[in-house]
């Protein structure tokens, strides 16, 4: 971790602290800004425009900003955001492209509720990415020692990995279920890219 990475880390604890609304820290905060001309974070969405989305109130108030942001690659932005204790990353190649909108955060949120329902209640859920024109996401489901992966892509399926699982009716009652989900996840996530191109900005207006 170079200086400046350290000296973000150290920022996203002042800000953390900052909430309590101390002089001296907000003071702090502005200096270490200014001495090493670091900007303040951008605010994804406020809680009020949060909270119009209802499902269950199972959303969080909040989406917090992971570490990796900004841009990854001279033409590629990155930005990860954290819902409901699942992550996703959104790839673009323009900044305002990784915005997340109302229709991402509900969608995110049923997907991962729509799996632990109708797959199993067991599991470990991995980043989902979005990009330009792909979805994957992926996970671990415990009681079947089974690591799944999702791709709406090029390459679209579904792909699993396990050592020594024995194939018996539970077993093949789960791989039904698996199947029948990712038709499920294709065809929202499909519908997800496409609407983010419907809506996506002219790169020279971002």
């Known amino acids: 971790?170079?200086?400046?990475?350290?000296?973000?880390?150290?920022l996203k604890k002042i800000k953390n602290l900052k909430l309590n609304s101390n002089p001296n820290v907000v003071e702090h905060l502005s200096e270490i800004r200014q001495r090493y001309n670091i900007q303040e974070d951008e605010e994804i969405d406020s809680p009020r425009d949060f909270d119009r989305i209802n499902i269950a109130k199972s959303i969080e108030n909040e989406i917090e900003d992971d570490t990796e942001q900004g841009?990854?690659?001279?033409?590629q932005f990155k930005q990860v955001y954290r819902i409901s204790g699942g992550l996703v990353s959104i790839n673009s190649n323009s900044k305002?492209?990784?915005?997340?909108?109302?229709?991402?955060?509900?969608?995110?949120?049923?997907t991962m509720d729509e799996f632990i329902s109708e797959v199993s209640d067991l599991v470990n859920f991995e980043q989902l990415n979005i990009y330009e024109n792909n979805v994957d996401w992926g996970g671990k489901v415990v009681d079947f020692d089974t690591d799944f992966y999702f791709t709406i892509g090029e390459n679209n399926g579904i792909y699993i990995t396990n050592e020594m699982t024995k194939i018996d009716d539970n077993y093949l009652d789960f791989l039904d279920k698996l199947q029948s989900f990712y038709e499920k996840f294709k065809s929202k996530w499909a519908k997800i890219i496409a609407d983010r191109k419907k809506t996506k900005p002219e790169i020279g207006n971002e």
């Open 96 to 110: 305002r492209g990784t915005d997340l909108t109302t229709e991402d955060k509900k969608a995110f949120q049923e």
């Open 1 to 10: 971790m170079n200086e400046i990475e350290l000296i973000k880390e150290q």
């Open 71 to 75: 841009e990854s690659s001279p033409n």
